[in-house]
């Protein structure tokens, strides 16, 4: 056993996991997956010529000297299959134009099916420490799978109101931080970050002259509860495209205390748009404010969580899993929810019943 390959194996499983951790894994595969396919064409090809492949393998799989192998190109395949289905759940395809979505997933087909291929021809001597970081990923891939599929209950979640009064794209939301970046952070990790979509495209790549931030700067924001507002911030201002407001991340807020049970926050808001102060009580459905591109953001959003006590990105505080009521899922044919619906990256909705306040 070479020390080459456990430190490759043991940097490569590193790496993972901290981009994993870290709410960046489906960024990285996007441009790790075709690079892989490359380098395994390369690596096989000079295998094969040095006789390190076991070329027999496909033609006689099941001999008894061959079957060492079916673990390692068992646990390759899994791991190919299950990161394939992840990284298409996962892709935010409706930030992207059809096109641009068309080439991501040709090439994530043809490079997963060159490292099927080159999987399937092993080599004579099995790789130990690789085995073990196949199966270490797939554990955390089978995990991620269950999550995705098993959301939060119906009684863990509070529920809300639509936070904006038209049809709007959940860009963050879920219980995996391949689905969530802000999941990564157990602070605000039921984040939920959202756009306002506009023709399927729900990402603010759209700039005109009229509006320098883009198509979800300054859409209404309106209550997704009733309660009454605890906090304030309005003072903020709107940053220039490529630039961050770092000594305010949230940017300009609104607290919402819904009976001193839980808080509703919604950062992010237009400078100058809020219309409530500390004190007022606030109906489900009334305009609060409008979207901006205050605080630590690269782009015009809104962002909203559910917390335990009042305050604005405190430590120590316990942020809570919400569900949407009042909307009916859009985007392949309109599908009105017998339940709350828990938002999820890739999702649209749009409010059951119109709303009119201006």
Aim: charged share 15%; hydrophobic share 45%; proline share 7%.
């Amino acid at each position: 056993m070479k020390r080459s390959h456990i430190f490759l194996a043991s940097f490569a499983m590193c790496l993972v996991w901290y981009t994993y951790s870290a709410g960046a894994l489906t960024v990285l595969y996007r441009y790790m997956v075709p690079v892989l396919a490359i380098v395994s064409i390369i690596v096989h090809t000079t295998a094969w010529r040095s006789g390190e492949i076991e070329t027999e393998f496909l033609r006689r799989p099941g001999v008894v000297s061959h079957r060492k192998y079916w673990l390692v190109i068992a646990n390759q395949w899994l791991l190919i299959v299950l990161s394939s289905y992840l990284m298409w759940k996962s892709w935010t395809y409706l930030q992207n134009s059809e096109l641009e979505n068309v080439i991501f997933f040709g090439i994530l087909l043809a490079s997963n099916g060159v490292l099927l291929i080159c999987a399937a021809v092993p080599y004579r001597k099995t790789n130990v420490p690789a085995n073990i970081l196949w199966i270490l990923v797939n554990v955390v891939f089978i995990v991620d799978f269950q999550r995705v599929h098993n959301p939060p209950a119906l009684d863990q979640c509070v529920i809300l109101g639509p936070p904006i009064p038209k049809q709007f794209y959940i860009m963050d939301g879920g219980n995996s931080p391949l689905f969530n970046t802000s999941y990564a952070r157990s602070a605000r990790r039921h984040a939920v970050k959202i756009f306002v979509a506009n023709n399927r495209r729900g990402h603010d790549t759209v700039i005109t002259g009229n509006n320098p931030f883009g198509h979800t700067f300054g859409e209404p924001v309106i209550s997704p509860v009733a309660g009454v507002v605890c906090d304030v911030v309005r003072d903020r201002p709107d940053m220039p495209r490529g630039e961050l407001d770092y000594e305010s991340p949230a940017g300009n807020v609104i607290v919402i205390d819904v009976q001193s049970k839980w808080f509703v926050l919604l950062a992010h808001l237009q400078y100058d748009s809020i219309k409530v102060d500390v004190g007022d009580h606030v109906v489900q459905g009334q305009l609060l404010a409008r979207c901006g591109k205050s605080g630590h953001t690269s782009e015009p959003i809104l962002h909203l969580h559910v917390q335990d006590q009042p305050g604005i990105y405190l430590d120590g505080l316990t942020y809570l899993p919400i569900r949407f009521t009042g909307v009916i899922l859009t985007g392949s044919g309109d599908v009105a929810p017998k339940l709350p619906v828990y938002p999820l990256r890739n999702n649209m909705f749009k409010p059951a019943e119109p709303f009119s306040f201006e």
